[in-house]
């Protein structure tokens, strides 16, 4: 474990920044403000002020509430750390009891969908249980980690790299002021794509991180800020052909990623948005980039293809400049092979709900032995490493 105080200092205070948000409900038919925190299981003389002073826009003169309008109730949705209340709110085990008994509550009246501990997320009656300074002291707090957090990512991926391909000098800037969220698909519980060669079987996950460890020094060392979304540090860049299966990945907050695929997705996604926010100032460059391995029958070959979300258009321009320097690499190094690479748009759930812009790359069919060539070879994977990050400089006009 590298980096140990650091990520648990960040782990501790992070992730709950993620849905510190308030949990909005719409009022049902002739409801009042007494009837609505009843119905939430809040007393009222504890938290109508709150409520008053949090809606007063949407309050009318007689105290009434409007239907089809949203109301904030004095509820914190806080992100659930997969281990107990305590940890996650840093409270005393006596209150976290409490807590735990009012989201099983609200369970069982139907009020959410699902326990904490499938969906991951807490309801925090805060002001009910006395706990609105602890959490604002927490939120300072969190503050200060993700400054920490943020400031050691070059060195953290550095890390992951491992020692030999450690990046010694920055050679160039000029991808200053640029932002990369990498996510090499799959990892944790979930291998991705399996293919199988001379008795080993090849994990999608294990050659899409492996490329995305190498993109990223690419990046790295043209001054280019890069967030490696899904992160193993018992991996590293590796010179094997048989990339030894692991499941150890995590995310890069330290959370460990779920088995639910929506609540994978999810993760990362409210990640790659959490990080943006910090960083889009201006003058500044976004891209996200996530990177599978496909599997077809196995005597379908697929070059390299690209998707990108049906009505963007900048991730579209991605997609051609990505395009267009493999088809020149291929052209180039093996003439007359032809590449039959292709782009397509696709509505797909990280594309769809990343704030920056982002690109899909798809390397080929991992069932496919021609294809797999493409995979296992180091070498190869270091040239689909180089292809990108010159498909990402042209597609930035940068020479
Ligand atoms: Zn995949």
């Known amino acids: 474990m590298k980096n140990y ?3 648990l200092l960040f782990i501790l205070c992070f992730n709950s920044s993620l849905f510190a948000e308030l949990l909005k409900v719409s009022p049902q038919k002739g409801e009042s403000v007494y009837s609505l925190l009843t119905r939430y299981n809040l007393t009222y003389e504890k938290n109508i002020d709150f ?3 949090q809606n007063q826009n949407k309050i009318s003169e007689q105290k009434g509430l409007y239907l089809g309008k949203e109301y904030e109730l004095p509820i914190k949705i806080v992100k659930f750390n997969n281990k107990n209340i305590r940890s996650t709110l840093n409270i ?3 209150t976290a009891k409490k807590i735990q008994e009012y989201n099983s509550i609200v369970v069982k ?7 904490y501990k499938d969906d991951q997320i807490l309801w925090v009656p805060f002001i009910e249980y006395d706990l609105n300074n602890d959490i604002n002291k927490k939120e300072n707090e969190k503050n200060v ?3 920490i957090f943020l400031r050691n990512n070059f060195k953290k991926n550095n890390d992951l790299f491992g020692e030999k391909y450690k990046i010694n000098s920055v050679l160039d800037n000029k991808l200053a002021g640029h932002y990369f969220y990498l996510i090499s ?3 944790g519980p979930d291998p991705g794509a399996i293919g199988f060669r001379n008795g080993f079987e090849l994990h999608e996950h294990q050659y899409a991180y492996d490329i995305s460890l190498r993109l990223a020094k690419k990046l790295m060392e043209s001054g280019a800020e890069v967030f490696l979304i899904v992160q193993d540090d018992e991996d590293e860049i590796s010179d094997e052909k048989f990339l030894k299966k692991s499941g150890t990945e995590k995310l890069i907050n330290g959370d460990t990623i779920s088995s639910v695929q929506s609540i994978r997705l999810k993760q990362r996604t409210d990640l790659v948005n959490e990080i943006f926010r910090t960083y889009n100032k201006k003058e500044t460059n976004h891209l996200l980039i996530e990177i599978h391995v ?3 029958i196995t005597d379908k070959r697929i070059d390299i293809f690209f998707y990108h979300q049906p009505e963007s258009e900048k991730g579209k321009e991605f997609c051609e400049a990505l395009l267009n320097t493999i088809k020149e690499k291929y052209d180039k190094n093996q003439p007359g092979r032809g590449y039959q690479g292709r782009i397509f748009g696709r509505n797909l759930w990280t594309l769809r709900n990343a704030i920056p812009t982002g690109v899909y790359v798809e390397l080929g069919n991992i069932q496919n032995p021609q294809d797999q060539i493409r995979l296992i070879e180091p070498s190869n994977r270091q040239a689909i490493a180089n292809w990108l990050y010159k498909g990402i400089l ?6």
């Not at 009246?109 to 326990?115: E, F, I, V």
Request: net charge positive; hydrophobic share 25%.
């Open 92 to 94: 005393d085990y006596e």
């Open 294 to 296: 496909d599997s077809r």
């Open 51 to 53: 409520f008053l002073k």
């Open 185 to 187: 698909g799959h990892g």
């Open 145 to 147: 980690a993700k400054d």
């Open 394 to 399: 042209q597609a930035y006009n940068i020479k």
């Open 109 to 115: 009246k139907g009020l959410k969908k699902s326990s």
């Open 5 to 7: 105080s650091i990520l």
